[in-house]
DNA sequence: AATGCGTGCAACCGCTCGCTA
DNA sequence: TTAGCGAGCGGTTGCACGCAT
């Protein structure tokens, strides 16, 4: 029995899906639909797991899916919604159309690491060391990590000057200063238009 | 031209949740 | 009530590619 199952998972292709592949799962979900993985992935004949042919449909062959760059706005919304609900991609990724969670997971991490850094050696001012490196991306992880609990940082704070707008929190910094398009005035607007109009902040006047 | 390094992305892994018998 | 199963989710890994040296 063990070794039966063990001869079956050894006969599971792994890596990057070939063409034929796609062409198969995609007919089978046509058939199927976009359910019982396991079984879609038994009888089509593809040596792949369920788990496998669900994920290849979800991120790559579902229809209406879009394929490009990550525009400016969906990144602002990006940027908006992870503050507003964490890490919960899949969440997030419902608030965009075409995009999928991993995607937006990956954008995420991606340009997360490189404008931390960015700003890490920017305030620093310093040379930058392997050891400067290696806070850079723990801070990166702590930022990670605390995104999620900062949903009230504005509404915990008082009234938010232009000034002192930028300095709540070395997060808030971080964020803001990863929208490389954005100048202070247009960083301010965005931030009345998402947070101050959704009562986030208690910015006044509003 | 060769090599090393950083980045982006596709895919995998393990855990959790919800449904059903 | 609970065990088993399917599906979903977030985190992590591995590879291909581009760029710098």
């Known amino acids: 029995m063990a070794s039966q199952l063990t001869m079956q998972e050894e006969e599971l292709r792994r890596g990057q899906w070939l063409e034929e592949e796609d062409e198969r799962l995609s007919m089978m979900v046509g058939v199927f639909g976009e359910r019982r993985w396991d079984a879609l992935a038994k009888t089509s004949g593809l040596k792949r797991s369920g788990k496998s042919c669900r994920l290849r449909w979800l991120n790559y062959l579902r229809p209406n899916l879009k394929h490009g760059h990550i525009t400016a706005d969906e990144e602002r919304l ?16 419902k608030q ?18 490189k404008k931390t850094v960015t700003y890490k050696q920017e305030s620093s001012g310093n040379s930058t060391g392997n050891s400067e490196q290696r806070s ?8 990670l990590n605390s995104s999620s609990n900062s949903e009230d940082t504005y509404s915990e704070k008082g009234d938010c000057s232009s000034a002192d707008f930028f300095a709540y929190s070395s997060n808030e910094v971080t ?12 960083s301010r607007m965005e931030h009345h238009m998402y947070f101050c ?8 006047p509003p």
């Not at 109009?197 to 006044?204: M, P, T």
């Open 96 to 113: 965009l159309p075409g995009r999928t969670d991993n995607e937006i997971k990956n954008y995420w991490r991606s340009h997360l690491r």
């Open 136 to 143: 850079s991306i723990l801070k990166r992880d702590t930022v």
């Open 175 to 186: 964020l803001l200063d990863w929208i490389p398009s954005w100048s202070y005035e247009q």
């Open 197 to 204: 109009s959704s009562n986030l902040c208690s910015c006044y």
């Open 78 to 93: 990006i940027i908006r919604l992870q503050k507003q609900f964490g890490n919960k991609w899949s969440k997030i990724a």
